[in-house]
Structures are given as structure tokens and as C-alpha cells.
């Protein structure tokens, strides 16, 4: 029989407790997500902040995508139809991602009532990781699961770099490409504005 010694024991509590502590605390304690913003990445290749915007005139024609959520729920563009929509490519081991997670949530939420829709596209995890994922940080949107087919990332190849993670899509009311931030989004301001003005469209 394996005896414990005093210190294993305080050992264990300890990493139990920040564990714990966590799970209560989400991304305001989370390791990975602060060294993000203390500038190491970790390895993780992301962009850097940038926001590309498309005049009206100028916007291709629609992008058309179709998924399943981690809760199982089939969604497609067509449920969109008409809204602005909020497109983020993420997965729960990325660093930046759980540095933003809970600045989109903010935009969602104080745009809950408009005409306008989030989705998430994990393009790594599996259901139950997203979904873990949603409850640490607060994410009260659905995420497309896209690691088996890597359907939705094809239908917007032309406008996500294949390894620039995160990165946020905005779709006008048409389902145009109107806007794209290229990494972690850094405060509610850029993102909240840009859907404001798209609202503001004819």
C-alpha cells in the first residue's frame, strides 16, 4: 500500500483548488488567455487585431454555409436571412480565443434584442469541449462544430487565412462579407460599431 506523504496531500489540495478556482473565475484567471495578453502566444499563430471593412458596392455575393451546433441543433445561413451576422472561427485551446470569448459575448448580448445573429465555427473540438467551453467563459451563442467536415472554413476560404485563429466575420443583411478582424478582438468598441453601422443599411 502507497502511502501519502503530508506534502503529496497539500500538493493535491492545492492543485484542487486552483481548479477550481478556474472553473469559478473563467478567462479572468485563465493562464493561457493571460499570457496572451501579456504578449507570448504560445505558439498559437493568430493576426493581429486588423480590421479589414468592404464598402456595400464592393461585397461578393453571399456566403452560404450549413452545420451542426454542439448541442446538436442543425443551423444554416438561411436561418439568418435578413440579420447581420457575427461569424467567429475559434477553438477552446487557443489562447486568444478565451482571451475574447467573453468581449463577443458582450456584443451579443447588448445586441440580443436587435437583428442580429452570432455563431461560432470550431474548427478542432468536439461537441462536449465547446460546450465545456461555453460555461467556463460565458458564451451564451451556439458554435458550429466544423472539425469532421471543415464545411463552413471552406465556404469562407476566401476570406479566413487557414491558420489565423480567431478571427471574426461580420455578414451584412444580404449575407455579404461586410467586415473581418483578424485576431483576438480586443475591446467591444470596433466589433459593436460595425454592427451598428451594418443595422444602419438599407
Known amino acids: 500500500m502507497i502511502r501519502r506523504t503530508k506534502a503529496s496531500r497539500m500538493l493535491s489540495l492545492a492543485a484542487a483548488t486552483l481548479a477550481a478556482a478556474l472553473l469559478v473565475t473563467g478567462c479572468s484567471s485563465d493562464p493561457l488567455a493571460e499570457q496572451y495578453r501579456e504578449g507570448s502566444n504560445k505558439g498559437y499563430i493568430a493576426g493581429d487585431g486588423s480590421v479589414m471593412e468592404i464598402a456595400a458596392s464592393d461585397r461578393e455575393e453571399p456566403v452560404e454555409f450549413s452545420g451542426t451546433t454542439e448541442s446538436g441543433d442543425d443551423v444554416s445561413s438561411e436561418d439568418f436571412a435578413g440579420d447581420v451576422v457575427v461569424v467567429n472561427f475559434w477553438y477552446a485551446s487557443c489562447a486568444p480565443c478565451r482571451a475574447e470569448a467573453p468581449i463577443l459575448d458582450e456584443v451579443y ?3 440580443e434584442n ?3 445573429d452570432f455563431i461560432g465555427v470550431n474548427l478542432r473540438d468536439q461537441p462536449g ?3 465545456s467551453f461555453n460555461e467556463t467563459y460565458g458564451v451564451n451563442y451556439p458554435s458550429i462544430i466544423d472539425v469532421n467536415s471543415g464545411s463552413v472554413k471552406l465556404a469562407f476560404a476566401d476570406t479566413v487565412p487557414p491558420n489565423s485563429v ?3 466575420i461580420v455578414l451584412d ?3 455579404r ?4 478582424i483578424l485576431g483576438a478582438i480586443e475591446d467591444t468598441s470596433i466589433l459593436d460599431t460595425i454592427v451598428g453601422d451594418l443595422l444602419k443599411e438599407k
Not at 462579407?177 to 473581418?180: H, T
Open 177 to 180: 462579407v461586410a467586415a473581418r
Open 114 to 116: 436587435d437583428d442580429v
Open 166 to 168: 480567431p478571427t471574426t
Open 173 to 175: 443583411k444580404q449575407g
Open 109 to 111: 448580448q447588448a445586441h
Open 129 to 131: 469541449t465547446a460546450a
